[in-house]
Nanobody, 125 residues
């Protein structure tokens, strides 16, 4: 399984970015998908994810109301629309994939066994 993420970059506070990730390889049965991030000196954080397909997106409190996760129907492709970006959103963002789990309101790292290389998002004026 490979996860290819794209869309990172450098933006100013208040601007938007859209991340995309496509999973390839033997992905049959792996329908939990989403995004984690890690900033220097901080713990890894589950930003947004789907626990299954179809499903409702789960979000970290820090991004609720600003980020929107979506997926292409029938495909292991996921997007993260990030609006009103803040300097504290600066991090490496990782696309993740796993087997479906019971719906909840979080993105537990233990549920995702495949991780992409990550894409850098920098928010700075």
């Amino acid at each position: 399984v490979q996860l290819q993420a794209s869309g990172g970059g450098l933006v100013q506070p208040g601007e938007s970015l859209r991340l995309s990730c496509a999973a390839s390889g033997f992905t049959l049965g792996y329908t939990a998908i989403g995004w984690f991030r890690q900033a220097p000196g901080k713990e890894r954080e589950g930003v947004a994810c789907f626990s299954r397909d179809p499903g409702i997106g789960n979000y970290a409190d820090s991004v609720k109301g600003r980020f929107i996760i979506s997926r292409d129907n029938g495909k292991n492709t996921v997007h993260l629309q990030m609006n009103n970006l803040k300097p504290e959103d600066t991090a490496i963002y990782f696309c993740v994939l796993g087997k479906p789990y019971s719906p909840g309101n979080s993105c537990p790292a233990r549920q995702f066994m495949y991780w992409g290389r990550g894409t850098q998002v920098t928010v700075s004026s």
